[in-house]
């Protein structure tokens, strides 16, 4: 079992910038492949970006290509998502996801573990 736990959400401006972290503990996560999803008021869980275990490989979705990083650290068994140029439909709650697969965590369907969440909110 992997137990991941999201953090570094808040109010920001629009422009502005923010650091995600997603813990994991339980397993070490250098085999897994990492993701955020979010969801905002109203709307489905989307897919923001993922990062395969072996470093390098990184997808994004559209409209957050060229803005958001995200990056891991398997000695700290951490993974991030670095946030630019934050803009008001960038609202959300952010999850962090862990699969075996990252064909999986680009569908975003059958992830093995989540995050329970973090608030993102970016004011205009």
């Known amino acids: 079992q992997v137990q991941l736990v999201d953090s570094g959400g808040g109010l920001v401006q629009a422009g502005g910038s923010l650091r995600l972290s997603c813990a994991a503990s339980?397993?070490?996560?250098?085999?897994?492949?990492m993701g955020w999803f979010r969801q905002a008021p109203g709307k489905e869980r989307e897919f923001v970006a993922a990062?395969?275990?072996?470093?390098?490989?990184?997808k994004y979705a559209d409209s957050v290509k060229g803005r958001f990083t995200i990056s891991r650290d398997n000695a700290k068994n951490m993974v991030f998502l670095q946030m630019n140029s934050l803009k008001p439909e960038d609202t959300a709650v952010y999850y962090c996801?862990?699969?075996?697969?990252?064909?999986?965590?680009?569908?975003?369907?059958?992830?093995?573990?989540w995050g329970k969440g973090t608030l993102v909110t970016v004011s205009s």
């Open positions: 996801a862990a699969d075996n697969s990252l064909a999986t965590i680009r569908q975003g369907y059958g992830i093995a573990y």
């Open positions: 339980g397993r070490t996560i250098s085999r897994y492949a």
């Open positions: 990062v395969g275990w072996s470093i390098g490989i990184t």
